[in-house]
């Protein structure tokens, strides 16, 4: 192993800038003549525009334009759109109602944008705004996922009954004869609670127009610019897309919320060249809270059938998903392909039907938060799962050995179209079990209760899809675009390397780990590799970070075009040491001549490619690759997380005493930003199921949870000393045989966390585990134990 290369816990380069206050983020760049943007948003929920009186504002100091809908329409500038179509089980397409900029004859939750304030300042947008004068016509709104479909609100005109679609995966009738002959029936209603993204930058955009080219350029804190640049021109209609140019410098995290297309960077890209200056706007946290896409928010009915020996037989899942005001960019995909698709677990199901019913309501979008529909198919999955060895009164470690697939049995057909192509679930059990010392527990608890408290164990063996994925597939499904990935390798003269990546990171520490691919294939010393990303004009055209894909994906391109580059190097090492293409081998950075001494560097042969005299002529000079990787398969990421918790009776409130997660990532490139990655994930997990909760008022529609003063973010000190561990088993579907880690902490946490707390107090109950909602739980069961 290369010191620097694949399997190094090589320090993250890029941390260098981040930790000095050098980090280069979208609010960090000024173009000259800037103007500044601020947003006109709805204060109802739900309500029709009759009229919007911008004279007053349109004279106050310092404005320079006010736009409203009307203004885009004008300019034929279409709406956003969904980019994965779904077609209701009837065969009849998703109800796509219209996603304007700027509201256009209706508002349609609260935080809808109304207009858009350009000015020389941001205070003078920001008080030209107030002077905006909108007649509204407050119209009945309907915020609850389970009640969408029958209140009297109607969101969308298209969308009879506020239903998007009916949409179902499985064998039914196979399903049901399984549940026909169950011996036992586990039955759960399951709310998966709404969650906001908060990532530490908030969105921000600027609009730059060049009247010499005709061309725009957008910079903005994208997950994927090419995707962003691709809407903007064939669907919205900003430019063409050689006239527009997309830049996502440094991103401070997103976890899905910056893979979207938003108004705020159409509109301010657009502005530019109405007012004739570039145009910048940064959100605030408010603004984050209002109008960033949510997360999650399913309501569900599922059942688990058994046999008398404890296995499983059959899976019935009924899911209302709640998608919000309007079609964010993937919102359609995340209850349907990449939620039901995951339904089978770890586990030898052999039937399984699933039917999810997506809903409009007077709520901010929602779509893909860290983990995607693989999240809330766990949950479902593994509190099942535990609930029902409970009721079978069997030791729930055993009870998902007796089910779990076996090594022999891959690849691995569910019955919910995906095959697995590889994985040892008991391995990574057996791990957890040994750094949890699950033998020892009963110990534990009874020493907890000789200090009256409550102490809970709980498991969650959890898979995703992940490495997104096969473009034939996925273009089956729905998908509007194939997701492959690029990648670029450039020598420089001197031996150095440039990286162009279609990947984007904010926060995964692809700088590092893509250096490390290097590294070890060609033999240039990572800190000699420098990685590029996030550029429309420099990168190409690529589709970005999300789903964990940019190893699996955006690294095997890497690895492809370093296969071109050393089979050029090849030729060019022969003609200099006068030898045969066939005789040359390449390893550890060195061309050698088999069977002899002679040798030369890769760095000696990138010189020599720029500073040719006596090529063959059929020899390119330079030495400079390209690459397209299309994977043949996802990814299949697995393991288990162990939870184990202490409650207070009196209080409710829960402590996290021991925290183990073992994980099959396939072949690690980087250690110690792995255990990073799932250090993060399970904080996320274990903020949605303690404590974050995103409320919205029944009546109104308002936003009660809209600050930090009402939505609980985990902090450190709710967080237990992790535990981790790895298990391998090495992907057979991409040439690095990785799989990916940047969801799983997130994925599995928390019915891992839930099934702890519900083991404590010994009744059910929905997250978030607040202290007042675990008293109050405990106080129901008391009374329904008494009731009996």
């Not at 349109?58 to 329409?73: K, M, N, R, Y």
């Not at 019955?415 to 192509?421: A, E, G, N, R």
């Not at 992940?466 to 499904?477: M, T």
């Not at 237990?720 to 045989?737: I, Y």
Request: aromatic share 8%; glycine share 10%; proline share 6%.
């Amino acid at each position: 192993m290369a010191p620097d290369g694949i399997g190094a816990p090589l320090r993250r380069k890029e941390d260098q800038r981040f930790l000095t206050g050098k980090g280069h983020y979208t609010d960090d760049i000024n173009r000259p003549g800037q103007a500044y943007a601020y947003f006109l948003r709805s204060p109802h929920a739900h309500a029709a525009i009759r009229g919007i009186d911008k004279g007053a504002a349109e004279s106050a100091p310092g404005v320079l334009g006010i736009f409203t809908g009307e203004d885009l329409a004008a300019d034929k500038i279409g709406g956003l759109i969904c980019g994965w179509m779904i077609h209701s089980k009837d065969g009849s397409p998703m109800k796509a109602g219209p996603h304007p900029a700027l509201a256009q004859g209706k508002v349609r939750y609260v935080g809808d944008h109304v207009a858009l304030i350009v000015a020389e300042t941001y205070a003078q947008a920001k008080d030209a705004a107030e002077l905006i004068e909108v007649d509204y016509d407050v119209l009945p709104a309907v915020v609850s996922t389970k009640d969408a479909r029958s209140s009297t609100a109607l969101v969308h005109d298209e969308a009879p009954a506020n239903t998007v679609f009916e949409w179902e995966l499985g064998n039914q009738a196979e399903t049901e004869a399984a549940f026909a002959s169950a011996h036992h029936v586990t039955k759960l209603d399951i709310v998966n609670n709404r969650l906001v993204p908060n990532a530490i930058e908030p969105r921000a955009a600027i609009g730059d127009y060049d009247s010499g080219s005709d061309g725009f350029t957008l910079y903005t804190t994208s997950q994927n610019p090419h995707v962003a640049r691709l809407v903007l021109s064939a669907f919205v209609g900003i430019a063409p897309e050689h006239k527009l140019r997309v830049i996502a410098p440094d991103v401070g995290g997103g976890f899905g919320s910056k893979i979207f297309i938003y108004a705020e960077e159409t509109a301010c890209v657009w502005a530019a060249k109405k007012v004739g200056r570039p145009v910048k706007w940064t959100g605030d946290r408010s603004e984050a809270f209002l109008a960033d896409a949510h997360g999650r928010d399913h309501v569900t009915t599922a059942q688990l059938a058994m046999d008398q020996d404890g296995r499983i037989t059959g899976m019935k899942v009924h899911t209302i998903a709640n998608l919000g005001a309007y079609l964010s960019t993937f919102s359609s995909c995340v209850p349907t392909y990449l939620y039901a698709t995951l339904l089978s677990g770890q586990y030898a199901i052999p039937a399984i039907h699933a039917e999810v019913d997506a809903v409009y309501t007077n709520t901010a979008p929602v779509d893909a938060y860290r983990g995607a529909g693989r999240p809330e198919a766990t949950y479902v999955v593994e509190r099942l799962v535990e609930t029902a060895a409970r009721e079978m009164k069997i030791d729930p470690a055993e009870f998902r050995r007796r089910n779990f697939i076996r090594p022999d049995q891959y690849p691995y057909q569910t019955p919910v179209i995906l095959t697995y192509d590889c994985g040892n679930y008991e391995a990574s059990l057996d791990k957890a079990l040994e750094l949890a010392n699950y033998a020892d527990f009963p110990a534990r608890k009874a020493e907890s209760a000789s200090r009256g408290k409550l102490r809970g164990i709980g498991f969650s063996s959890y898979i995703e899809a992940c490495g997104l994925a096969p473009s034939a597939a996925v273009g089956s499904l729905g998908a509007g675009v194939g997701l492959w990935e690029s990648a670029k390798i450039r020598f420089n003269p001197t031996g150095n390397v440039l990286v162009y990546t279609g990947s984007h990171s904010h926060g995964q520490g692809h700088e590092t780990t893509f250096s490390q691919l290097i590294s070890t294939q060609l033999g240039v010393p990572a800190d000699q590799v420098e990685v590029i990303h996030g550029d429309t004009e420099k990168t190409p055209f690529g589709m970005g970070t999300y789903g964990s894909r940019s190893l699996a994906v955006g690294g095997s391109a890497i690895h492809k075009a370093a296969e071109k580059i050393i089979a050029k190097g090849r030729k060019i090492a022969a003609h200099l040491m006068e030898a045969a293409e066939a005789d040359i081998e390449f390893k550890d950075g060195k061309f050698t001549v088999a069977g002899t001494d002679k040798a030369k560097t890769i760095q000696e042969v990138a010189f020599s490619a720029y500073v040719p005299h006596n090529y063959p002529t059929d020899l390119e000079p330079g030495l400079e690759e390209s690459a397209f990787y299309d994977p043949v398969n996802f990814t299949f990421p697995a393991g288990t997380q162990i939870c184990e918790v202490e409650i207070d009776p009196d209080t409710g409130g829960v402590e996290i005493v021991n925290f183990v997660a073992v994980d099959d990532f396939g072949k690690i490139i980087n250690p110690m930003i792995v255990e990073g990655q799932v250090h993060g994930g399970i904080a996320q997990g274990i903020g949605q199921a303690l404590l974050e909760n995103c409320v919205y008022d029944p009546e109104s529609g308002q936003l009660l949870t809209g600050s930090y003063m009402d939505y609980c973010m985990p902090r450190a000190d709710n967080l237990p000393s992790f535990k981790v561990g790895l298990t391998e088993t090495a992907n057979p579907s991409n040439p690095l045989g990785v799989k990916g880690c940047g969801e799983a902490g997130a994925i599995a946490s928390p019915p891992a966390v839930m099934n702890a707390v519900t083991d404590a107090i010994g009744v059910d109950m929905q997250m978030p585990a607040t202290p007042d909602r675990v008293w109050n739980a405990m106080q129901q069961g008391r009374m329904a134990q008494a009731a009996e």
